[in-house]
């Protein structure tokens, strides 16, 4: 179940860092307002991160008792909310750039271009958001080949009209948001027909006894949810901090975020594909076999994030020329990779652990893991390492925030194991 999600979020990370390298061509300013974009792009992602990790608990489990119609049911209703929680987001953001802006620093120079690619990117933000409940509806039903088959076209494809849009028809920084849209909406007219073919998706929702319902799905959404929202936030935050170096420094960061996204890729797609085992597995009772699977998936973690951390940091000289010109920003880019990657170990930990404590049901624990990670061990780090050492103290505090994170994360996990089968 994991290796077609693991291409297909390879071919999504691969696109997004396709947009940083062209946009790096188009010189220090696009790519600073696409460096003050990740926060919110993440804020946005984490609300339909947070609603499919529902989907895929609730939907699982209704299917491991043998009621379909629900499950179909349920599936529309996630559509549902689903539309209306992303339109409302990113007609909030758009509302309140002025406000976001000035929270994340960005400088008054840069703002017009910010305000130029944030009107066609919220719209592929809403149109991705639309692709990705489908993709949950695929997996909560078993199917990870067809979301990811459709990950893999809609990247190449955004990633061919990024060239064509970018530099051909000379739209710049707002082309490669318009490339997104047009690619999401392909997959969109191609995957929905699909899995209504297949039946998995109902709109006869007064059918479903719809408060009932409704008081189900939120009760595992919110946490997640809110657990989801918690990165951006620490996102927004960590920007602020680094936008005190200079427009560099953002640009810089941005670039890092993405490379991070594209090597935490084996991880993202084993959250995507152990929570539906893991959820088939407590609802037979089978304890000890979560316990084996997850410690397997720890160990796998660790050693193959450490192995990437290496060769990023063998890399770093070539990647730092590679996606930018400017000499500053390859300066400072040079510095995350010689630092932040060796952490992506505790990271990917970390990741693993909100998304099984999810699927177990604990999802205040998620949340806690997620809370303690940011707030408790990143993002103070982070303050302390520029406190001390300035811009490389900050990269530092990185790398010590992440590793102190997985170790709360794995050990909070633990204890939720331990109280579940003393339950049972």
Known sequence: MTWPMLFGVLSLMTFQLTDSAFVGQLGRDPLAALGFTVPMQQLVSGMYVGLGIATTAIISRTLGQGDSLRAQRLGGLVITIGATLALVLC??????????LNMLGAEEALRPAIREYWMPWLLSAWVGA???????????????????????????????????YIFVFDWGLPGAAWATITAFTIGALVIYPLILKRQWLRFDLFQLQFLKAIRQLGGIMAPAMVSQLMPPLSAMLATALVAGYGSAAVAAWGLGTRLEFFSIVVVLALTMSMPPMVGRMLGAGKLEDIRKLVRIAVRFIVGWQLFIGLVWLGASGFVSTLFSPDANVQNVLLSYLLRVPLSYSGLGVCILMVSINNALGMSMRALLISVLRLFGC????????????????????????????????YSL???????LRQQA
């Open 91 to 100: 007609l909030s953001v758009w509302l309140l750039q002025s406000l976001i």
């Open 130 to 164: 639309m692709v990705y409940f489908s993709y949950a509806i695929c997996r909560a039903n078993g199917d990870t080949r067809l979301p990811g088959y459709m990950m893999i076209i809609t990247s190449l494809l955004n990633i061919a009209l990024d060239a064509l």
């Open 378 to 409: 990143y993002l103070p780090m982070l303050w302390i390492g520029a406190q001390l050492a300035g811009l490389p103290g900050l990269m530092t505090g990185a790398l010590i925030g992440n590793l102190v994170a997985g170790v709360m994360a």
């Open 413 to 419: 996990y633990r204890q939720g194991m331990n109280r």
